[in-house]
Nanobody, 124 residues
Framework: QVHLVESGGGLVQAGGSLRLSCVAS????????MAWFRQAPGKEREFVSA????????YYGDSVKGRFTIFGDIAKNAASLQMNSLKPEDTAVYYC?????????????????WGQGTQVTVFS
């Protein structure tokens, strides 16, 4: 069992930055893929980014590519998401997930464990 806790959300002006953190307990993350998804009101959960620990490959959704960076700290059993150049359309609840995807890193059903989410609000 993996327990995930996100933190770092908040209110920020457009163009600003935030760093989200996801800390895991229960198991080491080094055998999992870590991902960030987000969900805005009235919308489906959207893939943001993923990190594969074993080969160190990262993936990004088209809407955040070039602005967001995912990185991990295996010693802290944590994965973080650095978000720069934030836009109002980035406003959402951001969720951290852990799993072993078999077909796609971009599908939420591939992830077995989820955190409770952290709210990010970007105002113009």
């Amino acid at each position: 069992q993996v327990h995930l806790v996100e933190s770092g959300g908040g209110l920020v002006q457009a163009g600003g930055s935030l760093r989200l953190s996801c800390v895991a307990s229960g198991r080491s993350l080094n055998s999992y893929t870590m991902a960030w998804f987000r969900q805005a009101p009235g919308k489906e959960r959207e893939f943001v980014s993923a990190l594969t620990w074993d080969v160190g490959i990262t993936y990004y959704g088209d809407s955040v590519k070039g602005r967001f960076t995912i990185f991990g700290d295996i010693a802290k059993n944590a994965a973080s998401l650095q978000m720069n150049s934030l836009k109002p359309e980035d406003t959402a609840v951001y969720y951290c997930g852990a799993g072993r995807p078999r077909s796609s890193y971009r599908r939420e059903y591939e992830y077995d464990y989820w955190g409770q989410g952290t709210q990010v609000t970007v105002f113009s």
